[in-house]
Structures are given as C-alpha cells and as structure tokens.
C-alpha cells in the first residue's frame, strides 16, 4: 500500500475526534504533520491579521514535499486551494458550512479536488459532489458501564435524574436556554430532583465517565454537521433527546428510547417518559457502523485516490 504523506491544515486541534483522525491515518501508516489556525481559545481573538498569517504560512508549508493538503474546517480552506502543487482535500464539519462563513466555505470546496461532509443533510446544503464520512465513534472507548458505579465516582446524587448537556453555554447554536425550558417544563411530573449537567472543556477520554453516569442526553442545537456526542452517547447506550438537526431522525429512528424531533411538546413529553425509566437504549448497535475504523478506511480512500 502507498503511504501518503499529509499536511492537515485544521481551526480546532484539540477536539476529540480530530485527534482520533489524525492517530487513525497515522496508524495505518502515512505521515501527517497538522498545522494548527492559532488562537482556539475564549481568551483570545482570532483577527483577520491572525487568518492571513496563517495562510502564508499554510501555503509556504504545503511546499514542503506532501502529496495531499487537507483542509479541516472551512476556514482553513483558502491556503490548501490557493497553493496549486499539490491535491486537495476539503472537509466540512457543520457550522462552517451551515454558518455565517458557508458562502466562503462552499466557495472554496469548489475548487478542491475532493470534498468530504458529515451528513446527506450537509451534502444537500452543499450542493455538489462530496464524500458523506461522519467522524467515527471510538467503540472501545465509548462503552457501557454501570451506572450506578459511575455516578458514584462522579459523586453525582444517586437518588436523582440526571440529563447532560455535553456543550458550551455559550454557544449560541447549541440553545442551552431551550434545554433549560425543556428540563423545567418536566421537573414537576418526577419524583425527586432532576440535574441539568453542562459539561465542556473536559478531556474527551473523560467523556464516557459522564455518558454512562447520565440518564439521557439532551441536545438543542439550531443546527448541527452530524454531533459526534450523539453517536458517543448511542455507544454507550444513554438514551437520546435531540432537536431534528442534520442527519439525528435518520439515527435515531431505530433507537429505543430516543428521539430527534422539532417540536418542544414532543421533545419534553420523551424526556419525561426516559426519565421516569429506568433502562438504557440500544443504541450501540445502531452506531456499530459508524466506528472510527470505518471512518479511518473510507478517508484513506480517498487520500489514496489523489496520489
């Protein structure tokens, strides 16, 4: 098999799944060097100083001997297509093509020799040829455990209900007020307090601790590319209340107890009735498809489609 050799160009290296991409592809042999967009942080700001500094020094980089330039994210997709040495490839992760940015994104995803997205709902907005390839799920990672045993050791009040809300507040897509209403609406029809947990920030190894402590996931984003909490919640079989954003109804529709609808009534009504249960979902094997490795081989194919 041919190894590729990768620049990555990405707005966010921290993340989870990205990391989980990159020690994938590096796993099956190529070599990927990622190129960071500075300035991830609340505290600081990233400026149009900060972006032009980085595409110089992104398009000088992707002369150094790489055989694809991989632009994760919309915004860093103007240096991979500006430099015309090597192939591109551009993905899509949600906001930056369903954001205030899409017109730039989907501009530049025109001029990449591939495109890949997170969902046929991303894949309509975008209008063109494009791989489908949601980031995968880590199966062995993202497993049941018992619930009891991880409240315990969160120190979570066993005598409660527990919805989390694995988002930042203040993210004004994810519509953390709309949880709130939703988890108010229901606090008097259940005996014994009910917990919203808003979780953000935490090393994503972290992260199946809180799911499998939980009694159901609750998401309210406006939009969405296709939320890898979601899938890492199915794998640990925590029942899912979403809003009816990108591909979630499709997911979700096989997936007992789970729902991704539009409507407040129905999203309340199910997250009462979840919560007045006491059983998990099965939706692990429903995600079983959509595992990292799965994710890892249908990138590679395309990598080794350019060279």
Not at 142 to 155: D, I, N, Q, S, Y
Not at 273 to 300: C, F, H, M, W, Y
């Amino acid at each position: 098999m041919t190894a590729v050799r990768i620049l990555t160009l990405v707005g966010n290296d921290h993340s989870g799944f990205f990391k989980q991409q990159v020690a994938g592809i590096r796993k099956r042999g190529h070599e990927v060097d990622v190129l960071p967009l500075p300035g991830y942080s609340k505290e600081v700001d990233r400026t149009v100083a900060t972006y032009a500094r980085y595409y110089v020094r992104a398009v000088v980089s992707a002369f150094g001997g790489y055989d694809i330039v991989h632009a994760n994210y919309g915004l860093t997709a103007p240096p991979a297509i500006v430099q015309a040495l090597r192939p591109t490839v551009v993905t899509l992760w949600g906001s930056d093509l369903m954001g205030t940015y899409g017109s730039v994104s989907r501009l530049c995803a025109r001029f990449a020799d591939e495109v890949i997205v997170m969902s046929e709902e991303m894949a309509a907005a975008y209008g063109h040829d494009c791989h489908v390839i949601p980031h995968g799920v880590d199966l062995d990672l993202f497993r049941p455990h018992a619930t009891a045993v991880t409240k315990r050791e969160l120190g979570w009040d066993p005598d409660a209900k527990h919805v989390l809300f694995p988002y930042d507040t203040d993210r004004a897509v994810k519509d953390f007020p709309r949880a709130e209403r939703l988890v108010d609406r229901i606090r008097s029809s259940i005996d014994g307090p009910v917990v919203l947990h808003t979780i953000s920030g935490v090393e994503h190894r972290s992260m199946p601790r809180y799911m499998n402590a939980a009694d159901v996931l609750l998401l309210t984003s406006k939009r969405e590319g296709m939320p890898n909490s979601v899938k890492e919640a199915m794998a640990c079989n925590l029942p899912v209340v979403a809003t009816a954003v990108s591909d979630l109804p499709m997911l979700l529709s096989d997936v007992s107890p789970s729902i991704a609808h539009a409507d407040d009534d129905v999203l309340a009504d199910a997250l009462l009735d979840i919560l007045r249960s006491t059983g998990r979902s099965d939706g692990r094997v429903a995600v079983k498809p959509l595992g990292v490795n799965a994710q890892i081989e249908k990138l590679e194919s395309v990598y080794l489609s350019l060279v």
